[in-house]
């Protein structure tokens, strides 16, 4: 979405619950680009600040596309549990 300045102030709310929403606002100033309002967890992200482990699993890491698990196909291997 793209706000003008002046309305990006009028609507600030609905500008950050669109960003909140994972949604980017770009702030436009006589036509031309001057700012986007993200998420503060993106701007985290893309910062590449360290998160602890909470902080990652409240940002639902099951949507993060860099998370991904690989899991072999074949059986899990015997244990021997008497020993």
């Known amino acids: 979405m793209r706000w003008q300045v002046q309305e990006a102030k009028q609507r600030f ?3 950050l ?3 909140e929403a994972g949604e980017p606002q770009i702030v436009t100033k006589h036509g031309e680009e001057v700012a986007v309002v ?3 967890a993106e701007y985290r ?3 590449g600040e360290p998160v602890s482990f909470m902080q990652y699993l409240r940002a639902e890491p099951s949507a993060d596309e860099d998370f991904v ?3 072999r196909p074949d059986l899990p291997r015997e244990v021997d549990l008497a020993s």
């Open 69 to 71: 698990i690989e899991r």
């Open 38 to 40: 993200i998420d503060i």
């Open 45 to 47: 992200r893309l910062r």
């Open 13 to 15: 709310s609905e500008v």
């Open 17 to 19: 619950r669109a960003a």
